[in-house]
């Protein structure tokens, strides 16, 4: 698993959709890559940033959050309001 293998996948990762022997791939590459274990810190900081978002349907979504957490949040809401 590359670097970019891990981004690309990170999502799905974290909210535990990975079969197990991508998350075996996956915890193996962090635990020999420091840079992606930082990157996966502050990918979760977003998370929760977002989910503060969601939260607070009214809140505006700050312009630092990127484009697909934007969607990640919006169609979060759509379906909390169906
Ligand atoms: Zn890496």
Do not use: N
């Given at each position: 698993?590359?670097?970019?293998?891990?981004?690309?996948?990170?999502?799905?990762?974290?909210?535990?959709?990975?079969?197990?022997?991508?998350?075996?791939?996956?915890?193996?590459?962090?635990?020999?890559?420091?840079?992606?274990?930082?990157?996966?810190?502050?990918?979760?900081e977003?998370?929760?940033?977002?989910?503060?978002?969601?939260?607070?349907?009214?809140?505006?979504?700050?312009?630092d959050?990127?484009?697909?957490?934007?969607?990640?949040?919006?169609?979060?809401?759509?379906?909390?309001?169906?």
């Open positions: 698993m590359t670097c970019q293998d891990l981004a690309d996948f990170l999502m799905d990762y974290i909210e535990g959709a990975l079969p197990q022997t991508q998350r075996d791939e996956f915890d193996s590459h962090l635990g020999a890559c420091p840079p992606c274990i930082e990157y996966m810190k502050s990918y979760e977003t998370i929760r940033m977002g989910k503060t978002l969601c939260d607070q349907p009214d809140a505006p979504i700050p312009d959050v990127p484009e697909k957490l934007i969607r990640a949040i919006l169609s979060a809401r759509a379906k909390s309001a169906s």
